[in-house]
């Protein structure tokens, strides 16, 4: 049996690809390179389908960051381990792994396949195990040859999927589902049994349907956002389904901690208060803390008596179980290596687990570099902004003494995440999973949140005038309708102080469109009944501020606490009513100007000096061009 040390020596490594020998096989698909790669990618799912064993893995931290896997499986009553090398892939043309085996009939396994397209637009696929075998290679041969036909009749049962799905031109349903047909009964009988919790027949039956075709490994982590993707559903109606789904019983609910290098869940808890902030990822080396809006996601998985789940594991390093990495590459110590990337337009990184800093960079739709040198020392110093074209050439020297890893991140993975941040700022959340918080002493960072506080203004003279009973009344009709309003765009009521109140979005473009549509109700309001009854006139005070803060347990609710909370407050007390006043910080964010159109509104900027932060603070006041409207 070889070391871990021996399995990643360079020398040795070589010495045997000398001496492997390569059984390979083609076949040509009708679908473009991209639509094959989340099947060819997924080679966990790959295997499992193709009658592979189930396979034990374990990781070995290593000092520089990142770790060596271990698989330990039986395959024909023999048993099997092997050390194997990280995937390298560059999607959607090319992935390969090297195994070096300590235990079974072969030293070394290395599996690749490649895509290209081809001039009809579809694709040749080809697949390769090169292998040094222990035994005289014929006697292997029929054993490797079965499993390139099963891999190429998994491939080709997946794309026929595809197939159907655009003949039917309907959606494409994931590779890796079953036949529904086979489980018609008991979707339709979930279907029926949801009944009372959604009207939207679609969202239903492709929930439904999926729960009981999809694999055990995908049902047990159900992400919403990811499904209404999948299935062109409303996102946030997906999400609301979940969660009242699972009041209802048919869903748990899943806290999971992910690790920000491989994205994999390294803690699963069933309520926020059992949540551990410092987490360690085995596969990648690295201890981690929790942030709130990053890398904390809500999930969900049924309950038993819905789906049972019994989930194996086929591979080790399925380039499908990071699928925010579209490229991967070893380089040994010393080594340069260069690449050809096509990558379509968005926000990237370069990386190594063994090096502080990343690279961050932007594909633009035109124009940019063509070429790009990259070094990976112990310390990167990145280089802003940096700009490539779609095409480009990447060079790469790996000038220490260890083993490294690159890996090409797409930023753009948190899209389908509903994170923790997100989910606890919605009024549904709020009023269905008011029991979930955090553990006292447990303070969470949020990165981005945008606060909202707003406040009746002469509400002390309405009392002392009209009454309690009749202010009390007025104050909950204008609770309920900022209530509903701010449930509307995404938004959470956090908590209210006597007639003021606390609200929190995660999008700031939501949290404006919301406030201006709360005025704009109000005004209405008091243009229906302010003008006999002036006495019930609702005039609004409102601030809006956006920035870092700490989520905490305050009096058994989840709360927020920080200087940005605190300068929203005092923001809002620059309001006079009918208006809506903003940070500068707000102002800037993307998305916020082309929200207040000049013939519109009317935008003053101004200076003061708030309560408790020091200097000057430019604020910008938002108000009405047209008065009539009040």
């Not at 979930?190 to 999926?210: E, N, P």
């Not at 209802?248 to 609910?253: K, S």
């Not at 909202?452 to 909950?476: C, H, P, W």
């Amino acid at each position: 049996m070889i070391s871990a040390s021996t399995a990643r020596s360079e020398t040795y490594l070589q010495a045997l690809r000398k001496r492997r020998k390569t059984l390979s096989a083609r076949m040509s698909f009708e679908h473009a390179p991209d639509l094959l790669w989340p099947i060819i990618s997924n080679t966990d799912q790959v295997n499992a389908a193709a009658g592979m064993p189930a396979v034990t893995i374990l990781t070995r931290a290593l000092p520089q960051g990142g770790s060596e896997l271990s698989v330990e499986t039986t395959d024909l009553g023999l048993p099997l381990r092997y050390e194997e090398l990280p995937y390298e892939w560059s999607a959607p043309h090319f992935l390969r792994v090297e195994r070096i085996y300590t235990q079974g009939p072969a030293l070394y396994i290395c599996f690749e396949v490649q895509l290209t397209p081809t001039a009809n637009g579809g694709s040749e696929v080809l697949v390769q195990i090169q292998i040094v075998p222990k035994l005289p290679l014929f006697l292997l041969q029929p054993k490797l040859k079965g499993v390139l036909k099963s891999i190429l009749k998994v491939y080709e049962q997946a794309a026929q999927r595809l197939r159907v799905a655009q003949a039917r031109r309907a959606r494409p349903e994931l590779p890796f589902l079953t036949d529904p047909s086979k489980k018609a009964t008991e979707i339709q009988a979930l279907i029926t049994s949801w009944a009372a919790l959604s009207d939207d027949q679609d969202l239903l039956t492709c929930i439904a349907t999926y729960i009981y075709t999809a694999p055990p490994q995908f049902v047990q982590k159900l992400r919403p956002f990811e499904l209404a993707q999948s299935y062109t559903l409303d996102p946030h109606k997906t999400l609301v389904f979940f969660l009242e789904a699972t009041v209802a019983g048919f869903f748990n609910m899943s806290w999971d901690l992910l690790c920000p290098s491989c994205l994999g869940s390294k803690s699963r808890e069933s309520h926020l208060k059992d949540i551990n902030p410092e987490v360690h990822c085995d596969a990648c080396g690295i201890d981690f803390g929790v942030r709130f809006d990053e890398n904390f996601e809500l999930t969900f998985y049924p309950v038993p008596t819905v789906r049972a789940l019994n989930v194996f594991d086929f591979c080790a390093g399925s380039p499908a179980n990071t699928a925010h990495l579209l490229g991967q590459h070893n380089l040994w110590p010393g080594q340069s290596r260069e690449f050809k990337l096509e990558l379509p337009p968005g926000l990237y990184r370069f990386r190594s687990l063994s090096m502080k800093n990343s690279q961050y960079f932007e594909v633009l739709p035109e124009g940019g570099k063509t070429q790009w040198q990259l070094d990976l020392p112990e310390e990167l110093s990145p280089v802003r902004p940096l700009e490539l074209a779609r095409s480009f050439q990447l060079q790469v020297q790996n000038p220490r003494e260890i083993f490294q890893t690159l890996q090409i991140e797409n930023l753009a993975w948190r899209a389908n995440r509903v994170t923790a941040a997100y989910v606890t700022n919605l009024q549904v959340f709020r009023n269905l999973f008011s029991s979930e918080v955090l553990r006292p002493g447990v303070n969470l960072e949020v990165s981005n949140l945008s606060i909202m506080f707003t406040d009746l203004k002469d509400s002390t003279a309405m009392y002392e005038m009209q009454g309690d009973a009749f202010a009390f009344n007025l104050v909950q009709e204008h609770f309920d309708i900022m209530t509903a309003l701010i449930a509307e765009y995404a938004g959470g009521i956090v908590k209210t102080i006597g007639d003021a109140v606390m609200a929190v979005f995660s999008d700031p473009v939501q949290a404006l469109t919301c406030a201006i549509c709360i005025q704009e109700e109000f005004q209405q309001w008091n243009r229906e009944w302010g003008k006999d009854s002036p006495d019930k006139k609702v005039i609004l005070k409102m601030g809006l501020h956006h920035g870092p803060s700490i989520a905490l347990n305050l009096n058994e609710r989840l709360d927020y606490f920080g200087t940005t909370i605190n300068k929203a407050a005092r923001i809002q007390g620059e309001s006079i009513g009918d208006d809506i006043v903003i940070s500068q910080d707000f102002l800037a964010l993307p998305g916020i100007q082309p929200l207040l159109p000049e013939s519109y509104f009317e935008i003053t900027p101004f200076e003061k000096n708030l309560k408790g932060l020091s200097g000057q603070t430019l604020l910008y006041r938002i108000e009405w061009r047209e008065k009539a409207q009040r």
